[in-house]
């Protein structure tokens, strides 16, 4: 199947700092979507971006999908900002397939 | 309010014994999926509906067991076979293959 990796693992930022958070995955995807994990469990959707640019706020996606990629950049960190992010494919017609995800904690 | 509702929110079972977590929702999205996620880890699949009356395995489907008689809902069991079920399962929903899925708040599930 296809693989999902993403970067770094976890990451510590102090309020106020800008990130990145990079996920690589295996094939061509037809589908891709970022998630923030709050810390009571939910996942809130944060992007569905299966190519392109796309931005919200502090918060901004870009996907490559020639180039097996997608970036996520988070300005102006706020500690809300906490938890942990997860980028997920769909590889054809298939299903949602989730990457380990980065674990962000910004410190006031 | 349009949203994927899951209870309970907390589940204690007891060793040998079935449980079931309901899922619900409002969108009229005809997929519907359970997932779930270990401490530190990714979710993964357990099983999926893409219409009414019909479901597929996912990735862990084993010691699990689900139905969708109706679109709206997607009740998932874990039977006694599933040898380690404390986990956080995650229920969700889309319109259909391709489209952007929504998540409802889980239910975390606790063997005493």
């Known amino acids: 199947g296809i693989q999902v990796e993403q970067s770094p693992p976890d990451l510590i930022l102090q309020e106020g700092a800008n990130s990145t958070l990079r996920c690589n995955f295996s094939d061509s995807v037809n589908n891709l979507q970022w998630f923030h994990q709050n810390p009571w469990g939910q996942l809130i959707n944060l992007f569905y971006i299966p190519s392109g640019t796309k931005q919200n706020g502090r918060l901004s996606a870009t996907t490559v999908a020639t180039e097996r990629y997608s970036l996520l950049y988070i300005s102006s960190s706020q500690t809300t900002d906490s938890g942990v992010y997860f980028c997920a494919v769909e590889l054809g017609y298939s299903t949602l397939t989730f990457g380990k995800g980065t674990m962000l904690l910004v410190s006031p | ?112």
């Open chain 2, 1 to 112: 309010d349009g949203g994927i509702t899951q209870s309970p929110k907390y589940l204690f079972r007891k060793e040998g014994q079935n449980v079931t977590l309901s899922c619900e929702q409002n969108l009229n999205h005809d997929a519907m999926y359970w997932y779930r996620q270990d401490p530190g880890q990714g979710l993964r699949l357990i099983y999926y509906s893409q219409i009414v009356n019909d479901f597929q395995k996912g990735d862990i489907a084993e010691g699990y067991s689900v139905s969708r008689e109706k679109k709206e809902s997607f009740p998932l069991t874990v039977t006694s076979a599933q040898k380690n079920p404390t986990a956080f399962y995650l229920c969700a929903s889309r319109r259909g293959l391709n489209t952007e899925a929504f998540f409802g708040q889980g239910t975390r599930l606790t063997v005493v």
